[in-house]
T-cell receptor
């Protein structure tokens, strides 16, 4: 069965510091992987997606993620945090590409300190 | 075009009442999904529609929950005899069949008193 584990329910960084949000997945077949961001009282916004093409995926707002099959990981990074990055981030996996349900991790709340 | 829209944005209902939540997907998107977000359970898949295929109802938590999609567009999620544990944010998403990535609406916050 598929599953997603996000290590760390809360991550705090200083403005300008590196952001690293961790995601590990479990899947018996090659997965499609996604990162979503949720700002308070809003829906989820797609940040980036891995669909078996390039293993380094660039997304919106300066975020990127690298698919590492050997580590079953898909960690999200951003070189320099902005105050506006403070939000909740969800990693998700799908086995059936676009036409299947998403299995979400529990989410990581990112706090950015001035 | 517009994104996914959901109505109402907030719904407060009494325990035992029925509620209907509406989702308008992005125009042209053939796949439509319902998820539930609650503090205790995180984000959970509920049901998925794809074109004219039978929906995937594997995530519906009980037979009090049902959903339909009319004309391949608008969808309604119905919860009968609401319980307090149904209180959550209900999120709808849509996608193109061949383009990975689901696009979410703002959600409906349901509170059962």
């Amino acid at each position: 069965a598929q599953s997603v584990t996000q290590l760390g329910s809360h991550v705090s960084v200083s403005e300008g510091a590196l952001v690293l949000l961790r995601c590990n997945y479990s899947s018996s077949v090659p997965p499609y992987l996604f990162w979503y961001v949720q700002y308070p009282n809003q829906g989820l916004q797609l940040l980036l997606k891995y669909t078996s093409a390039a293993t380094l995926v660039k997304g919106i707002n300066g975020f990127e993620a690298e698919f590492k099959k050997s580590e079953t990981s898909f960690h999200l990074t951003k070189p320099s945090a902005h105050m506006s990055d403070a939000a909740e981030y969800f990693c998700a996996v799908s086995l059936s590409g676009n036409t299947g349900k998403l299995i979400f991790g529990q989410g990581t709340t990112l706090q950015v300190k001035p | 075009g517009a994104g996914v829209s959901q109505s109402p944005s907030n719904k407060v209902t009494e325990k035992g009442k029925d509620v209907e939540l509406r989702c308008d997907p992005i125009s042209g998107h053939t796949a439509l999904y319902w998820y539930r977000q609650s503090l205790g359970q995180g984000l959970e898949f509920l049901i998925y529609f794809q074109g004219n295929s039978a929906p995937d109802k594997s995530g519906l938590p009980s037979d009090r929950f049902s959903a339909e999609r009319t004309g391949g567009s608008v969808s309604t999620l119905t919860i009968q005899r609401t319980q307090q544990e149904d209180s959550a944010v209900y999120l709808c998403a849509s996608s193109l069949t061949l383009a990975p990535g689901q696009y979410f609406g703002p959600g409906t916050r349901l509170t059962v008193t």
